[in-house]
């Protein structure tokens, strides 16, 4: 909890607070950043995990509201010092149209920026993604790539399209003048797919491992890499880049970091089973049991019974062809840039990420029983 020996004095708003990774931003937030005074979180559905935090030395504000609705949003950000504007709609499956994607994506974060500038909030951190960059349709690897790597970004899908579009504007916005004179300090984090207690896909994945007599088939070749970091290293993160934005302004403001740490590069279905081995999964096969002209028949049959079945039932199957192309596609980041422009490290080592995620679905294993 907050070191009483500093003034607490900043007030700081994280949108999407009850999200995956906004829970682990807060929870950081009030064990590392020791100049706080008041946490408001902001999210368009409240977790009841919230009441226990109400009770440190750190006035907790839950605010039950949307970023769509600029109103609420700068009703919201009104006094605040810093944003971390982590909500978002993260949706690759076809649950959520388009129209709406972009509407929580590009409009919130244009109500959020505009809710900084009307307010008088001088910092913004966003949260980005490395879809920002790729995997492209075309199947291109990026290997070992930095913020630099020159790379063909082609967004067809909505989701990523939405998350460019709304970085753009963040670090288009760097230098307004906000309420009060003072220019606006924004930045972007870029995480890779991220991982940890919470992780939704990964419940799914175990789940399903369940229902298939504890074994999954392996569908996407072991040589294909993904770069997955732990959502503990995320949210430190974020509140070292909301802490040192205010001290390094002119280096920081308007720049993007990708979110990594020493997580091992492996293919996506590789590095899941570093969590559902020891949960008691087993991964069927060394090479894809299918052909991968034949997953693309099964992805696309996907899509069309999506469309079919939209107006009943919304059919929405881990396989589609943007995540088949997703998981098929070599994406790596190797950089140093957070650590060069704010002494970014990874707070938790890879064993103790991985021993965290292994707690955390054994427990939940044992709460299904
Ligand atoms: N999960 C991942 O692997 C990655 C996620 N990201 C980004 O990180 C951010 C957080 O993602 P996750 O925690 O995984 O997703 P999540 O779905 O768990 O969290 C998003 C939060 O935003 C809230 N939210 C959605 N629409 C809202 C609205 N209209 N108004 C207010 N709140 C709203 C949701 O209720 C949820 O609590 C997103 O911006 C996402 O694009 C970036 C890279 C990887
Ligand atoms: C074909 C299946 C056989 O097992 C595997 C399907 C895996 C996919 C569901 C995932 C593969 C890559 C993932 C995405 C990637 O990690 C990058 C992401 C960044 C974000 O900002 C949001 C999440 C995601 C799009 C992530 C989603 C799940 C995959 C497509």
Redesign the pocket.
């Given at each position: 909890m907050a070191d009483s020996a500093q003034a607490q004095e900043l007030v700081y708003l994280v949108?999407?607070?009850?999200?995956?990774?906004?829970?682990?931003v807060v929870r950081m937030l009030l064990q590392q950043e020791p100049r706080l005074r008041e946490l408001r979180i902001?999210?368009?559905?409240l977790?009841p995990w919230l009441e226990e935090l109400k009770t440190g030395p750190v006035q907790v504000t839950a605010i039950q509201?949307?970023?769509?609705?600029a109103h609420?949003v700068a009703a919201a950000v009104a006094g605040a010092h810093v944003v971390i504007?982590?909500?978002?709609?993260?949706d690759v499956f076809g649950r959520a149209s388009p129209e709406t994607i972009h509407?929580?994506?590009v409009q919130?974060t244009k109500n959020v920026i505009e809710a900084c500038v009307q307010t008088g909030t001088q910092f913004l951190v966003?949260?980005?993604?490395?879809?920002v960059v790729g995997p492209n349709i075309k199947g291109h690897p990026f290997y070992r790539g930095n913020e630099d790597t020159p790379y063909e970004a082609a967004h067809r899908h909505p989701?990523p399209r939405s998350?460019a579009l709304?970085e753009q504007l963040v670090l288009e916005a760097n230098g307004r003048k906000v309420r009060g004179g003072q220019p606006l300090v924004t930045c972007a984090?870029?995480?890779?797919?991220?991982?940890g207690e919470?992780?939704?896909?990964m419940r799914d994945l175990y789940h399903q491992g369940l229902r298939l007599g504890g074994r999954l088939f392996r569908a996407i070749p072991a040589s294909v890499e993904h770069g997955?970091?732990y959502?503990g290293n995320?949210a430190w993160m974020h509140v070292l880049v909301a802490r040192e934005l205010q001290e390094r302004a002119a280096l920081m403001g308007g720049q993007v970091y990708f979110?990594y740490d020493k997580s091992p590069y492996k293919s996506y279905e590789d590095f899941n089973m570093e969590f559902l081995g020891p949960c008691g999964l087993r991964l069927v096969g060394t090479r894809p049991l299918l052909p991968y002209w034949l997953l693309m028949i099964l992805a696309v049959l996907n899509a069309l019974l999506q469309w079919l079945l939209r107006p009943l039932l919304l059919y929405a199957p881990l396989l589609n062809p943007y995540t088949l192309a997703m998981a098929n596609t070599t994406f790596t980041v190797s950089t140093d840039k957070a650590q060069r422009h704010f002494g970014y490290e990874p707070l938790f080592s890879w064993e103790e990420s991985r021993t965290r995620t292994v707690r955390w679905m054994q427990t939940m294993d044992s709460s299904a029983q």
């Open positions: 949108t999407g607070g009850c999200g995956f990774l906004g829970e682990h902001f999210d368009l559905h977790g509201g949307d970023v769509t609705q609420e504007h982590t909500a978002g709609l993260v509407a929580v994506n919130g966003y949260t980005s993604s490395m879809e989701y998350k709304a984090l870029r995480p890779t797919g991220i991982y919470g992780h939704q896909i997955r970091v959502v995320v979110c």
